[in-house]
């Protein structure tokens, strides 16, 4: 790209408007991981944590925080979320977590995906905490997106 979308004629940041593009189904799916303890690993498969149902929470968490990305993101447009699917998964050393968002838009909802991602990965680290001081957040990105002018693109190796 030669020039930068999101900057006007004098260099400033701007909205980009969005008015001419075609309204299309959009999906995009994001993915993270936390990094916990044994331990941590342990009380979720057993019992659960001390402050509760945690992937609960993270799962509640990450589709609020899909809603709200525009409040968060400060050039993200505001639109209308159709359908957010968050997946927690307990591994051996991590619990992965798995977001699609869904709209019939006129952008795309990468951010929002991303967002779902991250939101649940800090409310998952907020109910461990107690347990695994050590709790990370790593590897959040984008997997999968369709849909809308550019199509369709899928990170290699996927």
Known sequence: ???FTHLNDRGEARMVD???KEVTVREARASGRVLVSAEVIGLLRGGGVPK???IAVARIAGIQAAKRTPDLV???HPIAIHAVDVDLSVEDDHVAISATVRT?????VEMEALTCVAVAGLALVD??????K???ISDVRVEHKSGGRSGTWQRAGN
Do not use: F, H, I, Y
Request: proline letters at 4%; aromatic letters at 0%.
């Open 1 to 3: 790209m030669s020039e």
């Open 18 to 20: 969005v008015t001419a």
């Open 52 to 54: 509760g149902d945690a």
């Open 74 to 76: 400060p050039l993200c």
């Open 104 to 108: 019939a838009d006129r952008t795309g």
């Open 127 to 132: 109910m461990v905490k107690a347990v695994d």
């Open 134 to 136: 050590g709790a990370t």
